[in-house]
């Protein structure tokens, strides 16, 4: 089973839509769960971490994890063309551990 | 804004050569990181590096695989003799002490093409 998956997409929703990226994981181990957003041939660019289960919001994003399903959301409101990347879920032991990353899944938001 | 800064953004090398890969991580930053992403796959850790010395590695950091801080702001991965699966972009992240150490800042990568 692998460690962190999500679905590679491409997602293709319009501007203004509410986006919703999904990523599961087997490692119950796991304390610390981040989203990356990642461009074309560019690094990964930390959008949201959160620790534990709950939510968190920051402007048009909403991170959520759900650790008794081992689930991880983000959640994008208003999407905009600029959203168009690649989405990472990561996922770490303890901080400054390795990250465990899932092989993202691919967003387009057309205008 | 600070950053991580890498260089070359792209190296091209012949099989069995060395390569030096560079970062300069975020000034105030205690924790370095290597990671790698060959085309098309995911994310994969390959070093960790605090106060030093290499604090966790991963099986594909073998012995062909160094890292260094030779001075008090760079951060470099050496790779001794180059193998055709080694091409990939390589990136270098960095992270603070304390509380902000899980929150790992990327550079945009040095894009490795082993001929």
């Known amino acids: 089973q692998k460690e962190v998956e999500q679905d590679p997409g491409p997602l293709s929703v319009p501007e203004g839509a509410i986006v919703s990226l999904n990523c599961t994981y087997s490692?119950?181990?796991?304390?610390?769960f981040m989203w990356y957003r990642q461009y074309s041939r560019k690094g990964p660019e930390l959008l949201m971490y959160?620790?534990?289960?709950g939510n968190k919001e920051d402007g048009r994003f909403t991170a959520q994890v759900d650790k008794s399903s081992k689930y991880i959301s983000l959640f994008i409101r208003d999407s905009q063309p600029s959203d168009s990347a690649t989405y990472l879920c990561?996922?770490?032991?303890?901080?400054?551990?390795?990250?465990?990353f899932g092989g993202g899944t691919r967003l387009m938001v057309k205008p | 804004e600070p950053e991580v800064t890498q260089t070359p953004s792209h190296q091209v090398t012949q099989m069995g050569q060395e390569v030096i890969l560079r970062c300069v991580p975020i000034?105030?930053?205690?924790?370095f990181y290597w990671y790698r992403q060959i085309l098309g796959q995911k994310v994969e850790f390959l070093v960790s590096?605090?106060?030093?010395?290499?604090?966790?590695k991963s099986e594909i950091f073998d012995d062909q695989f160094s890292v260094e801080r030779p001075d008090g702001s760079n951060f470099t991965l050496k790779i001794r003799s180059t193998k055709l699966e080694d091409s990939a972009m390589y990136f270098c992240?960095?992270?603070?002490?304390?509380?902000?150490?899980?929150?790992?800042?990327f550079g945009s990568g040095t894009q490795l093409s082993v001929l």
């Open positions: 992240a960095s992270s603070g002490a304390g509380s902000t150490n899980e929150k790992l800042f």
């Open positions: 490692n119950s181990a796991f304390q610390y």
């Open positions: 959160t620790y534990s289960s």
């Open positions: 990561a996922q770490t032991f303890n901080a400054g551990n390795m990250l465990t």
């Open positions: 000034s105030n930053h205690l924790y």
């Open positions: 590096f605090y106060n030093n010395e290499i604090s966790e």
